[in-house]
């Protein structure tokens, strides 16, 4: 994406302000005010680390610490920071007791996880959430950090944010370039709610264009795959729904659209985003489908009217820009490109 392309602020999307002749989604009112938005975080306000899915170094700290206290907030690592059991960040028990303890910790404002790799899914089912219910607190994290937005989602109706973790921290924030710079800052916009998010990105020519409201939820492909058929499943019902993946071969991500489309995940959406999305080549050309990712996409999705959008800014990328999770928003796929606006 050219970074000149990307917009982070309501006056420089003013041009976009006339939509005619587009089709609108709206959501019910009802379904927008039983949503429930945890408590904005202040400065000196306490974010908790911990690591539910894969290792995270004791070395890596500082650069989490060092982000954290920039925004204005503290930083209180958990039991699992350091911790490896192969993979994991700890044991199963290790993993979900840290989660646990820092979601009951009243003086924790918030949860990043420290990475994501793989694990959530394990400990997932470990954790208590009749705590959080009525003392509902902000989930940070993508990638395996899925298995949460979308169980909670799904759950207990409370948004999370999907964003960057601590291990996408450089020490020498000053040296990235100024889009990843936005991205990383704007967790903290989300997390202080000091402004509503707004994104917007360039035109492709394999839009759906359309106007939807709905709330936004979404993740990582595979692992919104792996959740079909359990309680964590993910509810697209009357929502904007975003995918992102990295490093898979076509093929696979072929057969992760269709089982959303067989288990009607596109049947009644009002929008569908396609974030960052890497492809890994097949060891044998003659291996390859000889479709490109739009082909799969909009094969999958012909029969309906809802917008479609491609390359928005979220995933395994630089330009992972965080997205409160269950929160409504506003997608709006027209020919100048696409702005999508919480609402």
Known sequence: ??????????????????????????????????????????????????????????????????????????????????????????????????????????????????????????????????????????????????????????????????????????????????????????????LSNRVKMKYDTAFSEFNKQGIAEGRIVGGNLRTIENLSGTKSEINTKDKILFIEEVDEYLYNIDRMLWNLKRAGKFNHIKGLIIGGISIKKQPNPDDELNLSLYDLVLEKVKEYDFPVCFNFPVGHQIANFALKCNVHHRLSVISEGTILEEI
């Open 1 to 190: 994406m050219q970074r000149k392309k990307f917009l982070h602020n309501a006056a420089a999307l003013a041009t976009f302000s006339f939509l005619p002749n587009i089709k609108t989604g709206k959501v019910d009112e009802d379904e927008h005010s039983n949503i429930i938005i945890p408590p904005y975080l202040k400065k000196g306000d306490t974010i908790g680390v911990t690591s539910p899915s894969g290792y995270f170094k004791t070395d890596e700290i500082i650069e989490a610490k060092t982000q954290i206290e920039r925004w204005g907030f503290k930083a209180q690592f958990g039991k699992t920071i350091g911790l490896r059991s192969g993979t994991f960040g700890g044991s199963d028990e290790e993993r979900a007791a840290d989660f646990q303890a820092m979601l009951d910790d009243e003086n924790i404002k918030a949860i990043m996880c420290a990475r994501g790799g793989y694990g959530a899914v394990r400990v997932i089912d470990k954790i208590d959430f009749s705590n959080f219910r009525s003392h509902p607190k902000w989930i940070i994290g993508f990638s395996d950090a899925t298995v949460f937005h979308t169980h909670i989602a799904t759950n207990f109706r409370v948004a999370t944010l999907h964003s960057k973790m601590c291990n996408s921290f450089p020490l020498n924030f000053d040296a990235l370039p100024l889009i990843q710079q936005q991205a990383i800052n704007s967790i903290s916009d989300a």
